[in-house]
């Protein structure tokens, strides 16, 4: 089965604002990251990265070198990322073999030439979401359990927003070119996460959301922040947030998400933060 692919060009804040709910959501939306037995990336024009997932369920999949990327392996001037959000999986690469269980992450530096999506029990397979940035440099392969996560707790259940932050692939756990990831997990009762909202100039950021019930959605705000807008996500669904962009989100009942961001620097606290009051 190829790796498929689509493209999303950078939208400028000025085209954003005549943007109806549509255009909002063909835009920054990517959904159906988990089709079975496919690999799903959508490549966009913010800093060239790449988000998407691989859902091995009959058997394992291979991670193709795309169009877009001009070369012969899909990391030969990249690095990625790969957390696991479903059943048991593993990850082959370049013949070693990286047992995946659930929220756990791992890196693959620049140079990596075979990468291999594998589920352990195809009735629970495996859910592996990837973000992928351009690499200057090949730093090694390293699995990230939570339990090595740099850990942040912040927010309170009196403001909706008591949260646990685990910083997986960033420079304070292991070294990367330009790639950070991390999970947020917010306890129950909780909804709002990314609290105060902000904004970084200096870099993109990819949310995804997993774990929302069913029957329940996020509401994902997004824009200048004296200009939002809002998107509805369901689970498994994540929003491309442009260098311009606000990024933060309350839903109907209790999630995680994971972050993404690569750009300018590594400095996680880079942000220019904003107060409920400030947004309109």
């Not at 988990?34 to 991670?63: Q, S, W």
């Not at 979401?129 to 990230?144: D, I, M, R």
Request: aromatic share 10%; net charge negative; with cysteine.
């Amino acid at each position: 089965m190829p790796t498929n692919y689509t493209t999303r060009y950078a939208v400028h804040e000025d085209h954003y604002r005549g943007m109806d709910t549509q255009t909002l959501r063909d835009h920054f939306l990517v959904q159906n990251l988990f089709v079975a037995d496919e690999i799903n990336l959508t490549y966009t024009h913010y800093e060239r990265y790449i988000v998407g997932g691989a859902h091995p369920v009959n058997g394992p999949l291979t991670l193709e070198p795309i169009d877009a990327l001009k070369s012969a392996t899909f990391l030969a001037r990249r690095e990625m990322g790969v957390i696991n959000v479903g059943g048991a999986g593993r990850v082959l690469v370049d013949g070693e073999t990286y047992e995946m269980a659930f929220k756990e992450s791992l890196y693959l530096g620049a140079g990596n030439k075979e990468v291999i999506f594998e589920s352990v029990d195809a009735s629970q397979p495996a859910k592996f979401y990837l973000n992928s940035t351009p690499a200057h440099k090949a730093y090694p392969n390293k699995k990230v359990g939570l339990a090595e996560a740099d850990k942040v707790e912040l927010g309170s259940m009196e403001t909706s927003n008591d949260r646990v932050i685990n910083k997986l692939l960033v420079n304070t756990v292991l070294e990367t070119c330009q790639l950070q990831m991390g999970m947020t997990e917010l306890r129950n009762g909780s909804v709002w996460n990314t609290m105060p909202a902000h904004v970084h100039d200096r870099r993109i950021e990819v949310y995804f959301y997993f774990s929302v019930p069913e029957d329940q959605a996020v509401c994902h705000f997004m824009g200048p922040p004296t200009e939002t807008r809002h998107l509805w996500v369901k689970n498994d669904e994540a929003v491309v947030s442009p260098p311009w962009s606000m990024h933060s989100g309350a839903g109907t009942a209790s999630y995680i998400f994971i972050w993404g961001m690569a750009g300018e620097n590594l400095d996680y606290d880079d942000m220019d933060k904003f107060t409920p009051k400030d947004i309109r």
